[in-house]
């Protein structure tokens, strides 16, 4: 079954995460003078900040890992539901869609077909010479108008 696999990422700390988050204190502290003090030993330092910040990346990716295997085995236990005919020709759609293959598109797709929204054999787009000068047409439009906002902002 076709899927794309989720990446796992880092937490980076960097210089700019530790300016705004030292801006933020700030803005903090200049939006009531008279209790800045307070304000301030109330605030954790960056190190803090950043070490939570890292925890809360940690968990986050552990709980979307488990939403998307729990999604996915949802999705399979779905398409195990039809009858085999019908499983396959799902499956064969799936395949050949430019979809994204996460098991939310798939749920999606699942869904649509159970509420009579998806065609699984659709017509295949011909180009006709009418239809590429449709495009052309739209196309020019949208790079004038493009060009009018950019000459209204200068």
Do not use: N
């Not at 990716?61 to 195990?80: E, F, I, P, T």
């Amino acid at each position: 079954m076709r899927f794309d696999k989720a990446g796992h990422y880092e937490f980076r700390d960097t210089d700019r995460k530790r300016q705004a988050f030292a801006r933020k204190q700030k803005r903090e502290q200049e939006r009531y003078p008279l209790f800045a003090e307070e304000i301030a030993e109330g605030q954790h330092d960056v190190e803090a900040e950043m070490t939570s910040r890292r925890k809360h990346w940690d968990r986050h990716q552990v709980s979307d890992r488990a939403r998307r295997a729990y999604d996915w085995k949802r999705a399979r236990a779905k398409l195990g539901a039809y009858p085999e005919g019908e499983r396959r020709e799902l499956l064969a759609y799936w395949q050949r869609c430019q979809w994204p293959g996460t098991p939310t598109y798939l749920l999606s797709m699942i869904h649509m077909h159970e509420t009579g929204r998806l065609d699984l054999y659709p017509a295949p787009v011909e180009l006709t010479e009418e239809c590429r000068a449709a495009c052309a047409a739209t196309i020019e439009r949208l790079m004038a108008r493009a060009a009018a906002s950019r000459a209204a902002t200068c």
